[in-house]
């Protein structure tokens, strides 16, 4: 979703809080991949509009509440 | 007399349907018990992902309750035994059977405290969320307490206490398994060890 | 005073912060005009002392601080001689100060300064040292600085062995009544990521130094929920000297982007190591020069400090000391820290070492941060040994983790180390993986603490 200042919304992770879980990664395959020990590495440019939705529900799995969406 | 029979059959009925609701109803919160611990405990299964499983508990936790709503209406309204619209919620307010029922408000007061946290949670903050989602360990037992207290009479047919049990079983073995796998160090339920035998805070526990 | 005791940890480190005897010896007849602006040192005292400055020597030999009735103008026009001065932070950051001034003012709100001397890199005394020698300069620029953004409280964070100089030194100006502000000295927590900005506030706040996983900046809200201007000591020091000399006198020395004096910590194999006070844009031999040079034929740089860059010996020491001239090397100022390799030594075992100290001092707070540094200096303590490392491995995990994967820089930092010294020892890594090695002295060159499990 575009703002008026042409800028994306993006995904943000809180990795204090974000444990490893991966909940995150396997709803959003296309914008979230898990390192090597199980934490989410997003990938940049910014969050597409037509994921705006999944983006949301990751946003909601997440067990610790660590992901959340910027705009 | 055709009023009378009908009368008595509904009164039949609604005893039935409100037992039969419950036991449903324990099977099923014995399950939402299950899957909530399957949600943070153990590998992830290729073809269960996690969130599959955190939804799963999520929806049945839902169906569960509808069938309570069943559950309590039928007793209600059953004319056989007298319990008051409050008794549901507040714990011993009725004559019948004070303390199963009363466990059994005492479970939905703490039931629906969950639900409500867990539906406003991204409000709450994970902190509180999570302090009240911990009281389902007491409305579990609660609940089964009351089933088995409830119809004292259904204790003679064997099915029914086989499931009862075997409720229990299945709760019981999802909290050990909880608890087993937290006294391990990596408990995370982080990634795969890539092979780094490097020395050090390997286990350092996560916040 | 015992310099040797100024370590982080606990650990007699190679430096021993004793300065070199100048030739100027410190006129004690009276005030003295402005220091000529070309002259150095501006911020250390002139010759050797081991005695902090008091507040009438430091009055003498600098000035006092010049008046301001709190008027709205006198900060505008201060921030803007700030900015026009081409101040950055001397943290390691290098942001410009005047931004982070005008940020903090901006808020509307009551303020706080804090003035960082933790100093959480284990190698670099300069904060210490400033602190030590010349603890009125630092205090100045912190009223200066509460002036400028309103606040009427500054905390100055000191590293322990220092603190109780900065104590005496708030004593001595609260008897002399020298400043409207409330001035309070907090010793700095020990561990290498307490010195972080977050990490800071957090330690006065709640007594934990560690990062804090904000959503607002610190210039909205930090310290207790106001707006907080974090800053280096040597920043403050800096801005005092701006403040009473101006833009114009700053910008003699340096250079044209990256103006000023700065304090650098020379260490490891040079003839006198210690902290001493130089132009930015001075030929990095010439630098190292001011330490007596080389003790012995050196291999490689470690210039920045723990988060800095390796670079090659040779390739860098022509090219000036700020960012931009070491950029041609991938190096970056820093902290002002330059740590000698000799060619004696093995930079893979240095480099091993000094990871394997970061992945312990992480706060614990991200997994990537404590399982990747973790196994980062996993590989490269077999790579340093010699014991079949996988460099694919390796660079899989670096490549995870790329920037931003924690609350803080810290693992920013340590893989853009790790990364260089990948480079600069590439031909050494390729013999151990022959089963040679090039050192031939003792591991602990570059001075690590002893690493204890926290």
Request: glycine share 12%; net charge positive.
């Amino acid at each position: 979703m575009k703002g008026r200042t042409g800028h994306r919304a993006r995904l943000a992770v809180d990795m204090i809080a974000c444990d490893g879980r991966g909940l995150c990664a396997e709803v959003l395959p296309e914008l979230i991949t898990l390192d090597d020990w199980g934490f989410p590495i997003i990938a940049r440019g910014g969050l597409p509009p037509e994921l705006q939705g999944q983006a949301g529900e990751a946003v909601r799995l997440c067990p610790k509440l660590a992901l959340r969406i910027e705009r | 007399m055709t009023a009378t029979a009908l009368a008595a059959t509904g009164s039949q009925s609604l005893w039935l349907v409100s037992r039969g609701s419950g036991l449903i109803l324990l099977v099923i919160f014995s399950a939402v018990m299950v899957l909530g611990v399957a949600t943070r405990t153990g590998s992830k299964s290729a073809s269960w992902p996690r969130f599959a499983v955190a939804e799963l508990h999520r929806t049945v936790s839902l169906f569960a309750v509808a069938v309570l709503v069943l559950h309590v209406i039928t007793a209600i309204l059953d004319p056989y035994v007298s319990i008051g619209w409050i008794a549901t919620v507040l714990p011993f307010a009725s004559h019948y059977e004070t303390l199963a029922i009363g466990l059994g408000a005492l479970a939905i007061d703490l039931a629906g405290a969950v639900l409500i946290t867990s539906l406003i949670r991204n409000r709450l903050g994970l902190r509180t969320w999570r302090t009240v989602h911990y009281l389902a360990y007491l409305a579990w037992p609660f609940a089964f307490i009351h089933a088995i207290r409830a119809a004292p009479y259904d204790s003679h047919i064997w099915w029914i206490t086989s499931i009862e049990w075997g409720c229990l079983a299945a709760v019981a073995t999802a909290i050990i398994t909880r608890l087993l796998s937290r006294a391990r160090p990596d408990a995370t339920g982080a990634g795969p060890d890539a092979g780094a035998p490097g020395r050090g805070p390997r286990a350092r526990a996560m916040r | 005073m015992d310099w040797g005791a100024i370590d982080s940890g606990g650990q007699r480190s190679a430096a021993g912060w004793q300065r070199r005897e100048s030739r100027h010896r410190q006129d004690p007849a009276g005030p003295r005009p402005a220091r000529p602006p070309g002259q150095l040192p501006r911020l250390l005292p002139d010759g050797f002392t081991d005695e902090p400055t008091h507040l009438g020597e430091h009055l003498a030999r600098h000035g006092p601080l010049p008046a301001w009735g709190g008027a709205l103008r006198w900060r505008e026009e201060l921030i803007a001689e700030v900015e026009l001065a081409g101040l950055a932070g001397r943290g390691g950051a290098g942001f410009p100060t005047a931004k982070k001034l005008a940020a903090v003012a901006s808020s509307g709100r009551r303020a706080v300064v804090v003035a960082n001397g933790t100093e959480g890199e284990p190698i670099s005394a300069k904060d210490k040292v400033l602190l030590a020698q010349a603890p009125h300069l630092v205090l100045d620029g912190a009223v200066v600085a509460a002036a400028l953004v309103g606040a009427n409280e500054a905390i100055i964070v000191a590293h322990s062995a220092v603190s109780d100089i900065v104590k005496a030194a708030v004593v001595e100006r609260r008897r002399a009544r020298a400043d409207r502000i409330r001035l309070r000295v907090v010793p700095a927590a020990d561990q290498f990521v307490a010195g972080e900005s977050s990490a800071v506030v957090h330690w006065i706040e709640r007594g934990i130094p560690k990062p804090m996983a904000t959503r607002q900046r610190l210039s909205v809200s930090g310290l207790n929920g106001r707006p907080t201007l974090v800053q280096n000591v040597e920043t403050l020091a800096h801005l005092a000297l701006i403040a009473r000399h101006g833009a114009d006198w700053f910008r003699a020395v340096g250079t044209a982007r990256e103006p000023g004096s700065m304090l650098v910590t020379l260490a490891g194999a040079v003839r006198w190591p210690g902290v001493y006070e130089i132009a930015i844009g001075t030929p990095v031999r010439e630098v190292l020069g001011r330490a007596g040079g080389p003790s012995v034929p050196l291999s490689a740089l470690l210039i920045g400090g723990y988060f800095g860059s390796w670079v090659d010996a040779e390739a860098a020491a022509a090219l000036p000391f700020s960012t931009e001239g070491l950029a041609p090397v991938g190096g970056n100022v820093g902290a002002g820290l330059v740590a000698a390799l000799p060619a004696s030594a093995c930079g893979l075992v240095e480099t091993a070492r000094v990871t394997r100290y970061l992945a312990g001092e992480s706060a614990g707070q991200c997994g990537p941060c404590v399982f990747g540094l973790d196994a980062v200096a996993g590989q490269l303590e077999r790579l340093a040994d010699g014991r079949g490392a996988s460099l694919g491995l390796l660079h899989r995990w670096i490549g995870q983790l790329r920037s931003g994967r924690g609350a803080c820089k810290h693992p920013d930092g340590t893989i853009g180390m790790v990364r260089s010294a990948l480079e600069v020892f590439s031909a050494e890594i390729d013999l151990h993986a022959e089963g040679w090695c090039t050192g031939t002295t003792e591991a602990g060159v570059i001075p690590v603490p002893a690493w204890s499990q926290s």
